[in-house]
């Protein structure tokens, strides 16, 4: 479900569902101001949300709120355009600021022209659910730690004293170790004769396509046809770790998408 708990006068309110609600009404309502996607609930939220209940759903004494599975957020998603937007990225990623979205929308839009693999609704849901869980919102394109646990990990290709730190995980969906790093930069075209080249895989543009190529070396466009999320998980993982956020960011996306 796109959303948890109830959104609106009343309601739970939380902040990942306050923001689908926005997104959504902003796509539909196309208002003059557009409400703030920030997941703030306010009574600019709480207005545009009566205004739908009145416009569309036919209610005579609008309350104010959606509830998760309530009638309001069905008409919604009737209602709603399907198709990856500013406010729909917003409202997918729950954590991303104003700016991430305004730096990985036209990203998004430029490889989904170009690769199949994310390039229709369904398989673009999966993967935008499994690069917003990997990187909390398109927030972390780099490893928090430093890398040195990886040092000496010959499974990786780290055989060079120092390769742990210098080849540790970037991208929404890191890239790990020198071997992955190497036939990334084969694939892109990077110039490895730069120190620091590794470094250029957290800039958002190879932070995404990294992830794309990932995406379509494990031939995760199929499990996302199959609407397999466990198998998607699996192969990014190794487990299940997180699958529940997962699946709501998949819920999420779905909602604006599907």
Not at 170 to 189: D, K, M, P, S, V
Request: proline letters at 5%; aromatic letters at 6%.
């Amino acid at each position: 479900m796109a959303i948890q708990h109830s959104v609106g006068a009343g309601g739970h309110n939380t902040p990942a569902d306050v923001r689908v609600i926005q997104a959504a009404l902003n796509s539909i309502l196309k208002p003059q101001k557009p409400l703030a996607v920030d997941g703030l609930i306010g009574p600019a939220t709480i207005a545009a949300v009566r205004e739908f209940q009145a416009d569309e759903v036919g209610m005579q004494r609008p309350d104010g709120r959606v509830d998760a599975g309530g009638r309001t957020l069905r008409v919604l998603a009737g209602c709603l355009p399907k198709g990856l937007s500013r406010d729909a990225l917003a409202g997918v990623m729950p954590s991303a600021s104003t700016a991430t979205v305004d730096t990985y929308l036209p990203l998004l839009d430029q490889q989904c022209a170009c690769h199949s693999a994310i390039g229709s609704p369904h398989r673009l849901a999966h993967f935008l659910a499994q690069i917003g869980h990997e990187s909390l919102s398109l927030q972390l394109t780099e490893e928090l730690a430093s890398g040195q646990a990886y040092e000496g990990r010959s499974d990786l290709g780290n055989t060079h004293p120092g390769d742990g730190v210098r080849f540790k995980g970037r991208g929404l969906i890191q890239l790990t170790g020198r071997y992955n790093y190497e036939r990334y930069a084969a694939f892109a075209g990077l110039d490895t004769s730069q120190p620091d080249w590794p470094e250029q895989v957290a800039h958002p543009d190879h932070a995404l396509a990294v992830s794309i190529w990932f995406w379509e070396q494990r031939g995760l466009a199929t499990k996302a046809d199959q609407d397999d999320i466990r198998g998607i998980t699996r192969t990014i993982n190794g487990g299940c770790n997180g699958l529940d956020d997962r699946e709501s960011y998949l819920a999420r996306a779905k909602f604006f998408l599907v």
